[in-house]
C-alpha cells in the first residue's frame, strides 16, 4: 500500500461520498419538512440510471442524456407526488414504509417491462473514458474527476440556493418548524412539491453519473437507499448541510473500509480468518459509524428541528 | 354493546388447524401434493410475522430489521449441521437461544432510540448480520449452503410418513400463535399495549417501560430465529438473502397488510401476501407489481389491514 493507492482511494470515496449526498439531500429534506419517509427515492436513482443510459446510447450525447434522464425523472416524480405522496404526509411512518415500498415494487417491474430483466451496459463518454495525469505517478480516470467536480459543483448550487434564496429560507423554515412556518403564511405543502421535484432531479441525476461506474440493473435503487437513509440519520434529518458531511464521512468509510482493511488485516491476522473478516469489517463499517454518531448525538450531528 | 361470538366463530380455528392437519393426507387423491411444502411454508413465515405484529402491533415498536432474526436462526442451524449435529430439536433449539441472545444485545441498544431513529437501528443491525453472513466463506459466502446431512426427529418420526415435518411445524405454529394470542391479554400484553399508548402514564404507573419493551423484543426475536431454523429444515439451503432488508420489509408488510396489532392479522398477512406471489407467478413474470398496488390500496382504503374488513362493527380485541 503506497501513498498513491491511498489518495486514489480517498478520491474514489469523495466521489462516491457526493453522489450519496445527491440522493441524500433530497431524501433528508424531504423527511425533514413532511416527516415522510420515502423508500422510492431510490427507485428515481434507478429511472435515472436507465433513462440516462438509454438516451446515450440512442443519441451519443452524453450531457444530453443527463439532462433527459432529470428531465423524465422530474416528470415521474411530479405524478408520483401528486397521486401518492401527497396523500401520506398526514400518515404515520408505517403507512409511509408500506406504501413505498408498494412503489418499489411497481418500479422495479415497470423498469423490467421497459428494459428487460438484464443489466444494461452504459457506457461512459468516449472523451472522458481515459485517465488524466493528476501527479506524476497518480494517473486517475477522468469520468470519476467528473463526478466529484459535478458533486461539488451542485453541492455549492444547493448551499446557495437552501441559505441565500427566498425559497430556500422557506425550506429551512418548513424544515426546522413546520406549523410555525404554516402560521407565518407559508405555503409549505407548495415547498414540499418543489423539494420533492428538487429531490427527484438530484437523485435522477446521481443515478445517470453513476450508470457507467456501477450496474444498471433492477434492484440498485434498494441498494443505495440503505447508505442514503444511513447518511441522513447521521447528518441530523433535515439538514442538508448535515447531509453533506455525512455523506463524505460514509463515503470515506466505505471506501477506505473495502481498501484498506482486508490487506490490514492480513498484515496482523491468519489469512483465512482475515479474508472472511476483511470484506464483513468493511461492510459494516457505515453502520457502526451511524451507531456511533446515535450514541453521542441522538439527534445526528446537524439536528435541523428546533 | 359487544356480542359473544356465535359458535361458528368459536369453532372456526378448530375446524382450520383439523383442515390443515388432513391436508397432507387428501392432497394425493386431489394432484395437490406440491402444496404442502407450500403451506409449510406459510405456517413457517406466519410465526416469523406473528412475532413482529407482537411488537410492532402490541409494542408499537417499528422494527425493520426482523428477518436479521430469521438469519440468525437458519445460520446458528446451519453452524451446527455443519458441526455434525443431526438432532432437529438440539438445532431447532439452540436457534432460538441464538437468536434470542442477538436480540437481547440488538434490543438493548436499539431501544434506546425511538420513532425512526429506532427503525434505522434495526435495520443497520440486520444489515451487519447481512454482511457477516455475506463474509463466511466457510458456509458458502454470498452463494449460500446446502444442508445435506438430514436433520433428525428422532422417536421413529422421520420414516413415519414423508410429510411428518409438515405436521411439526403446523403444531408449533399452532402453539406459537396460541400462545401469542394468550398473551396479548394477560398482565404483560396489556402492559405493552399501554406503553404503545402512552409511555409516560405507564412510567408513572411504575411499570418498567425500558425493561417490559425489552423483553418482548427478545421473545420476539428468539421467535423469529425458530422460523429461521425451521426455514432452514424446510428449504434444506440457506443464503444470505434472508436476512436482505426487502426481507424484513415484506415481513412488515404482511403484517400491516393483515392486520397490524389483530390476533389474525399475522397468519391474514401471510396467506394473502405469499398465496397472492404464488398465484400470480403461475400467469405472469410480471408478478411484482399488482402486489405493490395492493400495497399502495391498502394503505389508503384498508388502513387497518384486511382482518379488520371482517370484523364488521365489533371492536378488535
Redesign the interface.
Known sequence: MDAIFIIEQILNGLGYGLMLFLLAAGLTLVFGIMDTMNLAHGSLYMAGAYIAAQVHQASGSFVGAVLAAIAATVLVSWLLEILIVRRLYPRDHLAQVIATFGIILIADDGVKALWGPSPLLASMPTALAGPVQLLAELPYSAYRLLLLGAGLLVAAGLYLLVNHTRIGMLVRAGASNRAMAELMGVRVDRVFSFVFALGAALAALAGALMGPISAVQIGMGEAILIPALVVIVIGGIGSVRGAFIAALLVGLVDTAGRAFLPPLLRAVLPPALAADLGPALAGIAMYLLMAAVLILKPAGLFPARA | MKRAPGWLARSLPWLLLLSLALFPLLAPSLDLDYYVGFIRHLLIVMMAATSLNFI?GYGGM?A?GHSGFVGVGAYTVVALVDGGVTSAWGAWLAAVAVAGAFAAVIGA?SLR?R???F???T???S??LH??A?????YGGDDGYSLHAPLLLGVGLDDAHPHVLYWVVLALAALLFTFSCRLAVSRFGYALRGIRDNETRMAALGYPIYRIKLAAFIGAGAVAGLAGALLASHNKFVSPSVMH??ES?TL??MV??GG?GRRWGGPAGVALWLTLAEVLKLYT?????P??????L???LA?KGVVSLFEGPRRAG
Open positions: 410492532l417499528v425493520l441498544v432510540t420513532g425512526v431513529y427503525l434505522m437501528i435495520l443497520a443491525f444489515q451487519m454482511h457477516l455475506v463474509s463466511l466463506s466457510a432488508w426487502t420489509a412488515l408488510v400491516v397488510i397490524l413474470e410480471y408478478w411484482r407489481w402486489m405493490g398496488l395492493l400495497l399502495v391498502i394503505v389508503f388502513p
